[in-house]
Every structure is written in C-alpha cells, then in structure tokens.
C-alpha cells in the first residue's frame, strides 16, 4: 500500500498500459489471433499517430491552464489546403504543406493572443475560433476535395519494420518538445505560468509568450495531424477533424496521462502512455469485432476509471532545477 | 480591514439608491448587458423583418427557443458552481430515444414512461455528481465518459436507426398549446414550461442551496468550512442539469421528432448561452435568469441571420465571433471594476481610522 502511494501518475498510466497490453494479448488470443504480431503491432501503432499529434499539443496547452477546443477544425483544414493545393502534383507537395502549416500556425496565435491578451477563459477562446472555422469549412466545401501525389501518400503508408513512418515523425516531434519543456526557458515558462500565473507575472515572467506559443504549438500539430489524415486518405476531408472527436478526445489522453487538468503539473510522456491506452483498446475492440457502439461505451467507463484510479495521486513530479542536481534528476529518486 | 469597512458601506449605500439607479446599474454587469443584447437583437429583427414583431410569431419564437433556454438554465447550475457538464447533449439524444421506443402508439404509457425519463435523468445527474466529488475526477472528464458511454449506450440499444413515433398525447407537449388565448391564439406548452422552470430557478437561486451553490462555486474550500456540504451541493447541481437536459428533450420530441441527430452538440450550445448571459466559467459569478437571457439572445441573432438571407452555413463563424467578443467584453467589464473599486477604498483610510469604536464596523458606519 505505501509502495502504490509512492507511484507517481506517469508510473500508474504505463502499469495501466502493460495491464491494457496483457488483456490484449490474453483477448485477442482467445479470439484466435495474436495481438503480438507484426501487423497487428504496426496496426497499433498507426492508431497512435494522428491523436499522438493533437495530444502532443494539448498537453503544452493544458500545462499553461487552457484548453484547445478548436483541433478538429484545424484538422479538417490543413487536410484540405494541403490537398488542394497539392493537386496531385508531385512539385506542390512543399507549398501545400507549408500552406498548411502556416495557416494551422496562424489559428494558433489568434487562439494564444485572445486568451493572454484579451483575457478569455481557453474553452470558450478555442470554441469560438473552432466554430469560425467551421462556419467557413461548411461553407465553402460541400464534401472531400483535392488530391493527394502518391509520393506524398507514402508518407502514410509505408513502415521500417513494424513502425509506421508517422509513428516515428510523431515520437520525433515529442521529443523535440520534451526538450522543450524540461531543458528550456520558454518550458520551465510553461509550468510556471500554468501553475500560478499572478506568481509568474511577480517573479518577471512574460506571461503571454509562454500561453501564445502553446497554442501556436498545439495548432501546429494539429495541421501536422490534417497532414498525415490527408496523405492516408489522399483527399482532403472537411468532417475528418469532428468525426474523429479528437477536441475531447485528446483531452481525455492528456488527463488519462496524469497532467492536471487545471495546468502546471503534467508530463508528455505521461500522454503518450494515455494515448498508446486509447490506440490499444481500440485494436482490442476491433479484432474482437465489438459493436461499434459499445466501444464508445468502453472508452468512456475507461477515461472515468482510469483517471478515478489516479485521481488523488501526486502528479509526476520535475527534476529540481537548482541544488542537487545530480540526486533528483530522475523522477523515482524524487517521490522516493 | 478599513477597506473592508469602506466598501461595505459603499456597497450599502448603492443597495440603498431608489430601484431605477440599481437596475440601470445592474444593465451595466455582464449579466446586465445581455438583457440590453437581445432587446438590440429583436429590435434588429423586427426592422429587418416586420412580420416577426407580431405576438403570436414572437411567442412561437419563444416557444422554439425554449428547448435551449431550459438547457443553459440547467447547464448554469453546474457552471456556477464551478464544474462543466458535456453529457447534456447525450441526455437528450438518449431521452428522446426512450421516448421514441417505449411509448409507441400507445396513449397509456405516456405517464408511466415520462416518470421514467425523469427518474434515468436524475440518475444520469447522480451518477455525474457522485464521480465528481466523490472520486475527486475532473467534471470535464466525467461527464465526456458519460456522453460517450450515454450515448453509445442507446445506440447500440437501437441499433444506431431511431424508431418509434410516440403517441400523439406525449408530442402535444412539444406541439401542442393552449387554444383561445387572448392576443396570441394559441400560447404554447413550451412557453408556459420555460417560464414555470425559470421562475422556479430564479426562486431557487434565492433560497439557501442556490446561495450555498453560489458560495461553492466561488471558494469550495471556504463554503467546505463554513459547513457547507459541498458534495452534495454540487451533485444536485448536476442533477438538476440532467433533468433540464430530460424536459429540453421531452420537449423536443414534439417538435423535431425522434432522430438521433437531435440534441447533437446541445452541450455546447448551452455553455455558450450561459457564457452570454455573463455567467463566469470557474463559478461563484452570474445570475440564473442572464443564462436563459444568453440563450435567447443566441437565437434571435441566429434568427436575425435568416432575415438577413445569409447562408445558414455562417451560423458556427458569428456565433464563434459573438461568443469571443461577449466574454472579452464581460472579463474587461470585471477587470474595470475590481480597478475602480480599489481607488476610492484607499481614499478615506484615514476618516475610518479616526473612529475607533470597536464593533461598530458591524453596522457598517
């Protein structure tokens, strides 16, 4: 008992992974197949990548005490610019992708600049420019559009081994900005302004920089995420984003990976565990040839256990940045 | 402590202005300003389209529009003390499924199965509580578990198609009206629900569990130590939200029939109407009546847009555009007060201090 209240919530989410992983195995086993093969693993993992991306940024958002509500659209969109301009031709695959980039970086400011600047609460902040999006996606595009070159395909398509490429573009990006938040200013910024941002503001911090560039960040993945919808799919699609749920549903992989939902205390890798629980349980649930009703069902008694499980447990905790540095750096030494 | 003093007695002082003075500073306060909103809205609507100033079309207006106001009021309760709740909308996709299924063409069961809808909505309400205070999850968290496992739930239960077509008595109270009303014609049950359920949340709000609510919202650690039982107080918020979302989707039911699109995206829908009407996300701020006030406002401008002949597609960019710039404008409105307020209490620090009668701050000299 005193051993369990010493976990931290990054150590419980990964003992619910390895759980997760044994019932799959033992599940998918009595049906006759094996979770552990090849394609089945690669299977996984491809489930990984697009809400790997969005939550990547949801977390950097959550840290800083907001909310990203406006993902889905942002996905739809960078899925149909790029493919727009893309066009089927090979030499536009650059600007198609930069186009995407750009404008998904773009919705990001304005979401940062309103809720630092003009004060809004991040749900209501991201619901609207969520909806202004939408308006202009039902507005302009009656259904899918564009088209995506078969080099640009590839991109969603092809593995080294098991590993899909976007799993391995998805994990590259999270340690970029793992780095980001545990060796830089602008990520020490992150937590301190999620924490408490009046403490921030006292003790000279910027405050708008740090929620401005979570946002522009989150943004960023998300067209990030459009783009990989976009080359699997080889069209652009303007429901894509909403028929995913990726809004709540990485929300719900952020907190399922232990970071607070009110900001500060958190970590990404924490995520990638809740993110690998959510890709798993649905590759369960789709070789056992589940009602897709019922797994939704399954997927919201999952997010309410898990979090319940954890919910009072202290959050994994960072390395003290002054003193001693070689004794704490890694967290087991911590919280022991 | 001289501050407090200040303040008190200027807050007396304002309480005690003729009713004009404190209802025209009352328009001022976000919550106020709504009620300005969609007095500016109809007016627009009228000019725009004469025909809609007519009583009896301005009450079918309020009739249509009172699915939703009865959901914010709902939603307002959870909102104000503090947590969210995202399963409204899969309450009223679920409800109208019962509906759908259980009632049938059979006139009898009407009663029976609408006792039944309010029992699985308090239920609903319960079960969203208890998690939340219990279990110490985030609200946001379970009630999006709830929308999810609500609504996959009945889905699977129907196979995913909505059947049934309830009986006509039971869509008579979505349809129907009462005949041979002066003026209007025909005043419909839907009006008559929303202003009972309004004038019994405006009652609620002034009796103790609507200021404990208050008091919750705003420090549930102080509220926790003043002998509030917070758990329980917030739970019954929950329910109570359940159960608008069950009358929001009875009512519904008449109108739009059973279809499992209804009550899609209700949730947000409401929490954008409560936004509106002033109400602040995080709780302890907003007056319960400004919350159906936002969701009237929201649907007069929606209204308005049709008028006008813009594509109904735009209908998600304005309201994304309205919400934005009515809570910028509602955070900008606090921030001036709380400026404002500070100012004068530094003032008279001295004149307070020159009278040092312990105890007689009490009565606010």
Request: charged share 10%; hydrophobic share 50%; proline share 4%.
């Amino acid at each position: 008992m005193n051993a369990f209240s010493r976990l931290t919530s990054t150590h419980i989410v990964y003992l619910v992974v390895l759980l997760t992983f044994v019932a799959g195995t033992v599940l998918v086993g009595a049906a006759g197949r094996s979770f552990v093969s090849a394609g089945n693993i690669s299977a996984v993992l491809t489930g990984t990548s697009v809400l790997g991306f969005i939550a990547i940024g949801q977390t950097l958002v959550i840290l800083v005490g907001s909310l990203d509500l406006s993902v889905p659209y942002v996905v739809s969109l960078a899925s149909l610019l790029s493919a727009g301009i893309m066009a089927n031709q090979p030499g536009n695959i650059l600007p198609g992708v930069a186009a995407a980039l750009l404008v998904s970086a773009g919705i990001g400011l304005v979401n940062g600049l309103v809720v630092s600047g003009l004060k809004v609460h991040g749900f209501i902040a991201t619901l609207g420019t969520g909806l202004i999006v939408s308006g202009y996606l039902a507005t302009n595009y009656k259904g899918s559009a564009g088209q995506t070159p078969v080099a640009f395909r590839l991109v969603g398509a092809t593995g080294i081994g098991p590993v899909p490429v976007s799993t391995l573009i998805m994990l590259a990006c999270a340690g970029a900005v793992l780095l980001m938040l545990t060796r830089t200013r602008l990520g020490h910024h992150m937590y301190a302004v999620g924490g408490d941002i009046r403490v921030a503001r006292m003790s000279g911090i910027q405050t708008g920089t740090p929620i401005v560039a979570a946002h522009v960040i989150c943004s960023l993945m998300a067209g990030l995420a459009g783009l990989l919808l976009a080359a699997r799919l080889g069209v652009g699609s303007p429901t894509i984003g909403a028929q995913g749920g990726y809004d709540l549903l990485s929300i719900a992989a952020v907190v399922l990976g232990g970071t607070l939902l009110s900001g500060g205390k958190g970590s990404l890798v924490g995520t990638l565990g809740g993110v690998l629980i959510f890709a798993m349980i649905d590759n369960i649930m789709s070789v056992m040839q589940i009602n897709p009703f019922l797994k939704d069902v399954v997927r919201g008694i999952v997010i309410v256990v898990a979090v319940a499980v954890y919910a009072r447990r202290r959050v994994a905790r960072r390395a003290t940045r002054f003193g001693h540095h070689e004794h704490v750096r890694n967290e087991q030494e911590v919280s022991a | 402590m001289s501050a407090a003093v200040t303040d008190r007695s200027a807050v007396l002082q304002q309480n005690r202005a003729p009713w004009h003075e404190r209802a025209l500073r009352a328009l001022r306060t976000p919550g106020g300003a709504v009620f300005v909103l969609l007095v500016v809205l109809l007016l627009a609507a009228i000019a725009v389209n004469p025909s809609f100033g007519e009583p009896g079309s301005l009450i079918r207006f309020v009739g249509r529009t009172a699915p939703i106001a009865i959901a914010a009021i709902g939603q307002y309760f959870v909102i104000v003390s503090g947590e969210f709740d995202l399963s409204m909308g899969s309450v009223v996709t679920a409800q109208v499924f019962v509906a759908g299924n259980l009632i049938g063409q059979d006139d009898s069961r009407t009663v029976p199965v609408l006792v039944l809808m309010l029992v699985l909505g308090a239920l609903v309400g319960l079960v969203n509580g208890l998690v939340t205070t219990l279990l110490k999850v985030p609200s946001f968290i379970v009630t999006l578990g709830t929308m999810l496992a609500l609504l996959g739930l009945v889905l699977y239960w129907t196979g995913g198609a909505a059947t049934g077509n309830p009986a006509d008595s039971f869509r008579q109270i979505g349809r129907g009206g009462v005949q041979d009303v002066p003026v209007l014609e025909v005043l419909p049950y839907p009006v008559v629900l929303v202003t009972v359920i309004a004038a019994a949340a405006f009652w609620l709000m002034r009796r103790p569990y609507g200021r404990t609510l208050i008091a919750v919202g705003d420090n549930p650690r102080a509220a926790a130590l003043t002998g509030a039982r917070v758990w329980w107080v917030r739970t019954r918020a929950f329910m109570l939200s359940s159960l608008a979302a069950t009358v929001a989707g009875i009512i519904l039911v008449g109108y739009a029939g059973v279809h499992p699109s209804v009550g899609r995206g209700y949730e947000f829908t409401a929490i954008t109407a409560v936004v509106l009407g002033g109400v602040v996300l995080g709780g302890g701020r907003g007056w319960v009546l400004s919350a159906a006030a936002g969701a009237f406002a929201l649907e007069t401008l929606f209204a308005l847009l049709n008028f006008l002949g813009v594509q109904s597609t735009w209908r998600d960019t304005v309201q994304g555009v309205i919400i934005i710039l009515a809570v910028a404008a509602g955070t900008q409105t606090w921030r001036r007060r709380r400026r404002g307020r500070t100012a004068p209490a530094q003032a008279p620090k001295h004149v307070i201090a020159a009278q040092p009668a312990p105890g007689s701050d009490q009565e606010g000299t």
